[in-house]
């Protein structure tokens, strides 16, 4: 594709559910990275992903938080029992190499009520 | 502790005017270091990038600087344009480890006609 997608671009839910952030890479970008950017703040790193693999989570906030990527493509960031305190725009990047520039999807607005 | 900080944190210029944005970092070993534009609702848009080795990189009205030794770096905006309004976000790499990408929580810029 042109860029990096991401779905949904809002998400609202409840305190307690379940939710899945989908991204989907530019072609060809081996290196994937997911970021939470709070309002007012700078995106804070999540996950980083070489291939199908989790090259390092340790941005993951606990363990209800949990991302994959099957075929080394598009990803999944899963967040079970949402807390308000999840709110936030979830973004995510891709890019050639790990020192390769990065290129964001428009991210996506998670609200918990 | 690895951090960025950008000054200020906000900044109003009347349009045709120049500014310059300031980074500081403690980021290390240092790998690279960036300079994002983010509109508002929109992923970071990468603007420039140096190594270790440049001190001057720029992008068509915008100039970034690196001073490797202070662990400063600035952003000059030329010839200020009413879609230069955008928060822009200093991103310093340590080497070795995509958790190491650290991002500052950017200036808020708004340009007035």
């Known amino acids: 594709g042109a860029g990096v997608s991401q779905t949904p671009s809002n998400k609202v839910t409840e305190k307690g559910k379940y939710v899945e952030l989908r991204c989907d890479p530019i072609?060809?970008?081996?290196?994937l990275y997911w970021y939470r950017q709070s309002l007012g703040q700078g995106p804070e790193f999540l996950i980083y992903?070489?291939?199908?693999?989790?090259?390092?989570d340790s941005g993951l906030p606990n363990d209800r938080f949990f991302a994959v990527r099957p075929e080394g493509s598009v990803s999944t960031l899963k967040i079970q029992r949402t807390e308000r305190g999840d709110s936030a725009v979830y973004l995510c990047?891709?890019?050639?190499?790990?020192?390769?520039?990065?290129?964001f999807g428009p991210g996506t607005r998670l609200t918990v009520l | 502790k690895n951090q960025v900080e950008q000054s200020p944190q906000s900044l109003i210029i009347l349009e045709g005017k120049n500014c310059t944005l300031q980074c500081n970092y403690t980021v290390s070993p240092f790998s690279n270091l960036r300079w994002y534009k983010q509109d508002t609702g929109r992923g970071p848009v990468s603007l420039t990038i140096m190594t270790f080795s440049e001190n001057t990189k720029s992008n068509g009205r915008y100039t970034a600087t690196l001073d490797a030794d202070t662990k400063q770096s600035s952003l000059h905006i030329t010839a200020s344009q009413l879609s230069d309004s955008a928060s822009y976000i200093c991103?310093?790499?340590?080497?070795?480890?995509?958790?190491?990408?650290?991002f500052g929580s950017g200036t808020r810029l708004s340009i007035r006609p």
């Open positions: 990047a891709s890019s050639l190499g790990i020192y390769d520039t990065q290129y």
């Open positions: 991103v310093v790499s340590a080497s070795s480890s995509a958790s190491k990408i650290i």
């Open positions: 072609s060809g970008h081996t290196a």
């Open positions: 992903f070489q291939g199908t693999g989790a090259a390092d």
